[in-house]
């Protein structure tokens, strides 16, 4: 059965400082990859999506990206953090491009 | 992008069927309706999809009207468990990931 792991489940980061959310899928191949951010009392903000390796495609202009160095392996970045940065994480994946998509449990990430 | 519309809150007692509608009026012809379930500090959870009719699973039944404009998410006998945030979402991803959409959902509090 597919498992997808995000790490680290909670983050406290300073202002300023950098950033680095991993994501992996396993038991499947070729997934498409999502990353998203939910900020408290809001709805899921998709941030960045992935078909392939090397191929990422970005929603929402921001400080924030997205990099795939491997099949199964998602990474969101930030070279300096601001405080609106802050939210819930959550990478998914999908068999295919489509709304059938299976969660990770999330990144809460506070900047101070 | 099909906007939703979807009650902010519902209330409903243990054993209770509980009915959650959601108006798409602008629908497009190649869309398709999906629900997700969200528990806090979780990342949603993927419940059921549907083009037309009634789909039905192991977890709930979708209802969609022949014109389409809304859908209704059932759930049979709920627990407390059921406790959690609904999310109904609207579209083609063949037209772009701006449809990837989480409103801000309905949250349903199941009463003992």
């Known amino acids: 059965s597919q498992t997808i792991h995000q790490w680290p489940a909670t983050l406290v980061q300073p202002v300023g400082s950098p950033l680095s959310l991993e994501c992996t899928v396993e038991g499947t191949s070729n997934p498409n990859l999502y990353w998203y951010r939910q900020a408290a009392g809001r709805g899921l903000q998709l941030l960045f999506y992935s078909i392939g390796i090397d191929q990422i495609s970005s929603e929402v202009p921001q400080n924030l990206s997205a990099s795939r160095p491997q099949d199964r392996q998602f990474i969101l970045s930030s070279k300096k953090l601001l405080l609106s940065d802050s939210g819930f994480y959550l990478c998914?994946?999908?068999?295919?491009?489509?709304?059938?998509?299976?969660f990770g449990p999330g990144t809460r990430l506070t900047v101070t | 992008l099909a906007k939703t519309t979807q009650p902010i809150s519902m209330d409903s007692y243990e054993g209770q069927e509980v009915n959650i509608t959601c108006s798409h009026n602008?629908?497009?012809?190649?869309?398709?309706i999906t629900w997700y379930q969200q528990f806090p500090s979780q990342g949603p959870r993927f419940i059921i999809q549907g083009y037309k009719t009634k789909v039905t699973n192991e977890v709930a039944s979708l209802f969609i009207p022949a014109d389409r404009k809304s859908s209704t998410l059932s759930l049979p006998r709920v627990s407390l468990s059921d406790t959690a945030v609904y999310y109904c979402?609207?579209?083609?991803?063949?037209?772009?990931?701006?449809?990837?959409?989480f409103g801000t959902g309905t949250r349903l509090t199941v009463i003992p």
């Open positions: 998914a994946w999908s068999a295919d491009f489509s709304y059938e998509q299976y």
């Open positions: 979402l609207v579209g083609d991803l063949g037209t772009g990931a701006n449809n990837l959409f």
């Open positions: 602008n629908i497009a012809t190649n869309d398709y």
